[in-house]
């Protein structure tokens, strides 16, 4: 797993929460970390750290694993939206910009980081009022993706509605509605 999603969580929990937090989260990993969690943005690490640093976060807060998940894949989303405003500003809603987010995945950053097993993020329909799109990966990062959906839905203010439908219970796989408010 890309070190980038390390880094940007644990900046995450340290703006959110505490430097504490982000100790006792590195703390919880014991011999497992990775260069004494001492993460890099170019590096890579085992998705199961990745999930041990959001069990500890979920019980650290006192919230489930989803919501630590979901609230870190919309601080993504505007994180980024600050990095790269460009890209975001290219598109006049909500839906250009989740349909275009598959093809850039696809085309790329597969290209860029051809090593790396990327989520496929597929429209499955869309017309003026919704939006469709299936997610699936080989980890069980579903919950990120509905964060990053939400900070998307969150950036483009739209008033946009989400639902959710899980493929199997291991969340590898879901479906995304995205309807506009009427």
Known sequence: MKGIVFTKFLEMVEQRYSADIVDD?????????????SYTAVG??????????????????????????VEFGD????????????????HPDVFSFLTLIGQVIEDEVKKLYPETNHPELSVIEQDGTRLVVNYALHRPLADMAEGKLLGSINHFVCGC??????????GRA????ITKAA
């Open 174 to 177: 879901a479906v995304f509605t």
């Open 161 to 170: 509605d989400s639902a959710r439908e899980d493929k199997g219970t291991d």
């Open 25 to 37: 989260l590195i703390d919880a990993l014991g011999a497992d970390a990775d260069a004494d969690g």
């Open 44 to 69: 890579y690490y085992a998705h199961h750290q990745f999930i041990t640093l959001v069990e500890t976060l979920a019980t650290k807060t006192g919230q489930s694993k989803h919501a630590c998940c």
């Open 75 to 90: 601080y993504l989303i505007a994180d980024l939206a600050k990095l790269f405003p460009d890209f975001f500003n290219g």
